[in-house]
């Protein structure tokens, strides 16, 4: 009968052209094969012949139990709500065995039943936060608690002692990982977020309320820091509240206020560190609300005080915050004083003063506010200054900031510091300031310098005290400060000038009264005595050189030119040492160039060398290390050219290295790499000169080749292809009568054996030496 069925629902499969229909008859084609293997069970393998007559694969039927199994299970779990009872989990699992599902897609359908249910909760949940009817975050927590509780459910149920019996898949359940868990984060974190608040709202944070928490974290799937961060921010609010209302009462009474916002953080379990950075906030909020109307009450400021008494804040912190938010009034209040078109007048001076005393300001806030304001300013006239087209223009920008600093900035500095008139506190402080000057006496001999001091006419005309605690050494880098420094003292010195006809200029004023001011920028600047000293120095000293090497252009000091020179170092005030020390460079100048100049031409030798040595010139600073090896090449190449067949080792590696400061390895390498050149180039240019019958320029040749041997000795004899000539060679040389260490070493290098060395000897001492002619030598060799 079954396989009939079968034969009838493929037939009408074969007939149908219609596609669903051809599906439906698909479906009871499988149904019939899954219902088929129920009835007949392990026999259906050859009871049943699918394969045989219908094509059916293996892979088929099990799709087709599978499916059809499926199918019936989740119709079963329907009956599976969050009310778990253990009956109807043991018929969901005798169900499953009958439907022949395994345990694995068993336990996946459970969990994605149950995980349907959770979802319904969370949207019940988020539809009553988002709905905002009254108590709608009770009615949405209690849907929250119910998740939680059917959660706990499960993980009691898989515990169970005969949880075998039960239907597979049960455990606690987590929204993480699923394909829309990035989708639906936001709305979790809400619930999540809604649920603490509602359960940490007492202010208490234990066990029993952290551990459905992190079931519930884990349920939505939130990572450790997400979850952290989301609780952080529910605790703060609360501490927050908590602390509202108890600031007036509880915390205004207690003794101790530490104790009891330690105790608040300890029940909440609120990190110290944050509610510290809580109450900096809320004195913070308090102090932009209080000085909105920009000043500070008496009342204002004792409420002040009780916040800072009450949320126990450092005084440090409460600097910093008035610093911040009471100096942006005063910052404001300054900007419009020194920038003001008319000037600092006396309303201005009043509102100045005003707001440094009502804004509860410390001194040494006021004084920074007020320096970063006029430092600003500084810079504007700096940078005008740096644009100028010419020294002039750049003088006057420097003129107009000393200006800006004598007339608004001191004055509203002595104001905000509440000191004496400037022109009373220049009394007060003369005999001081002249005190320090006694600390320049050493360079009091500088013109330039010595005017930077008035005199009493030019004190009682500028009766006014400059201020100098505000500065730009920390703006801008001591060499641009210098620069500035010089370029006003060459003003000084030059004034002002008019440019006439031939492309010449002229001077049209020039006051003294100048180096005063240019004092003051020093100050201005922030220059140390010190520096301004050295820009002084330097000054003068290029001065003093621009003159000096007009007069000794030829590198010779007469005595008429020394006269001249000292009569120029008078006027300019320059210490004898100084001038002495520039003439002295100077003429070692001209002379290291004429030396280099005479070393390029080979005119330098060792005898020179020492000479320049004895006359105390440092020889280190006249001559390059390049140009001395060069001379000492040159020493060595005139040694193993002379033709005496000398070497000494200690006047070569020792003495002529120390008089040109060369060091000893280096003097030797030098030696070694010319005298193995010019080994083998001896011997070819004593052949050489044999051959053309120079006997005398032989014999020097040849005791240049014994020179070469003795700085670097050969480990072999030379090799030549005509051993006669060899042997001229070396008659030759005995005929000079040489030194007997002198011919044996010839004799090795040579290649010449005893019993050759011998013969020749007899003969010359017969006196019938016999050399043959070059033409003789040729044929030979050929």
């Known amino acids: 009968m079954h396989m009939e069925i079968g034969r009838r629902i493929y037939r009408e499969r074969l007939e149908t052209s219609d596609r669903d229909a051809d599906m439906e008859q698909r479906r009871a084609f499988q149904k019939l094969i899954y219902v088929s293997n129920l009835v007949f069970g392990d026999q259906s393998a050859f009871l049943l012949p699918w394969k045989r007559l219908f094509g059916v694969t293996e892979s088929q039927i099990d799709i087709a139990m599978r499916e059809n199994a499926k199918s019936l299970y989740a119709s079963q779990l329907k009956s599976i709500g969050r009310g778990l009872d253990i009956g109807t989990l043991i018929d969901v699992r005798r169900a499953q065995l009958a439907y022949k599902l395994s345990d694995e897609m068993a336990a996946e359908m459970f969990r994605e039943h149950v995980k349907k249910l959770l979802e319904e909760n969370i ?7 988002k709905s905002r009817i009254p108590d709608s975050l009770t009615q949405a927590v209690e849907e929250v608690k119910s998740i939680i509780r059917f959660n706990s459910l499960l993980t009691i149920l898989s515990k169970h002692p005969e949880a075998d019996r039960f239907a597979r898949g049960l455990g606690p359940i987590s ?14 974190k809400i619930l999540y977020k809604a649920y603490a608040t509602e359960v940490l709202s007492d202010g208490i944070v234990d066990d029993e309320k952290l551990a459905p928490l992190n079931e519930l974290r884990n349920i939505f799937g939130l990572g450790k820091r997400e979850a952290e961060g989301i609780l952080s921010d529910v605790k703060a609010h609360i501490y927050r509240r908590t602390l509202a209302k108890a600031f007036n009462t509880e915390l205004a009474s207690v003794p101790s206020k530490a104790a009891f916002l330690q105790i608040l953080c300890e029940k909440l379990q609120f990190d110290p560190e944050l509610a510290s ?78 707001a440094a005393q009502s804004l509860n300001l410390k001194m040494e806030a006021v004084i920074a506010i007020f320096s970063k304001a006029v430092r600003k300013l500084f810079l504007s006239y700096i940078q005008s200054a740096k644009e100028a087209g010419n020294p002039i223009e750049t003088a006057k920008e420097l003129k107009k900031l000393i200006s800006f600093n004598t007339v608004v900035v001191s004055e509203l500095l002595a104001d905000i510091k509440g000191e004496l008139s400037p022109t009373v506190e220049t009394e007060a ?46 703006d801008i880098p001591l060499r641009d400060r210098t620069e500035l420094y010089e370029k006003y003292l060459k003003f000084c010195i030059t004034g002002e000038t ?16 100048e180096f005063l001011m240019l004092k003051q920028l020093g100050d201005i600047l922030g220059l140390t005595r010190k520096e301004v000293q050295d820009v002084h120095i330097k000054f003068t000293e290029k001065a003093f050189v621009q003159q000096a090497e007009v007069i000794l252009a030829d590198g010779q000091l007469t005595e008429a030119k020394a006269e001249q020179l000292a009569k120029i170092q008078k006027q300019f005030g320059l210490p004898t040492e100084n001038a002495q020390k520039i003439i002295k460079g100077i003429t070692t100048t001209k002379l290291s160039s004429a030396i280099e100049i005479s070393v390029a031409r080979g005119q330098i030798g060792i005898r020179e060398v020492r000479d320049l040595r004895k006359a105390n010139f440092q020889l280190d600073s006249l001559i390059a290390e390049p140009l001395r090896e060069n001379i000492y090449r040159k020493i060595v190449e005139e040694i193993f050219s002379s033709g005496t067949g000398d070497f000494d ?51 020097s040749t040849l005791n240049d080749l014994l020179a070469c041997d003795a700085a670097v000795p050969a480990s072999k004899p030379l090799s030549w292809p005509t051993p006669g000539e060899l042997d001229d060679l070396y008659a030759i040389y005995l005929k000079g009568i040489p030194k007997p260490e002198k011919l044996s070493r010839l004799q ?32 030979l060799a050929f």
């Open 649 to 699: 080792e200690e006047e070569v590696y020792t003495k002529i290295p120390a008089d040109l400061i060369i060091s000893a390895e280096k003097a030797k390498s030098i030696v070694q790499d010319i005298a193995k050149v010019r080994l083998e180039n001896s011997l070819v240019q004593a052949i050489a000169l044999l051959r053309q019958k120079k006997r005398d320029d032989v014999f």
């Open 277 to 354: 950075k809580m109450h900096e906030e809320i004195y913070r909020q308090k102090l932009q609300q209080f000085v909105a109307d920009g000043e500070l009450s008496k009342e204002e400021v004792e409420a002040l005080m009780a916040f800072q008494v009450r949320l126990c804040i450092p005084q440090e912190t409460v600097d910093a915050a008035h610093t911040e938010i009471c100096g942006q009034l005063f910052e404001k209040v300054v900007k419009e004083a020194i920038a003001s078109v008319d000037g600092y007048n006396a309303d201005r001076r009043e509102s100045v003063k005003k």
């Open 498 to 513: 008019t440019n006439v006809s031939f492309g010449t200029a002229i001077s049209t004023k020039k006051d003294d009264a």
């Open 429 to 474: 402080s003369s005999a001081a300031s002249e005190s320090e000057d006694d600390d320049e006496h050493e360079w009091e001999s500088l013109q330039t310098l010595r005017k930077t001091r008035p005199d009493k006419e030019l004190k009682e005309k500028l009766r006014k005290s400059i201020q100098k605690e505000i500065t730009l050494k920390d």
């Open 123 to 129: 949207s019940s949940a988020l539809d009553i936060l």
């Open 748 to 779: 090795y290098l040579l290649g010449i054996s005893n019993e050759t060395a011998n013969r020749i000897r007899d003969v010359a001492s017969e006196g019938t030496l016999p050399i043959a002619s070059a033409e003789e030598r040729e044929e």
């Open 175 to 188: 929204l993480g990982g699923e394909h829309d868990h990035d989708r639906r984060a936001d709305d979790l």
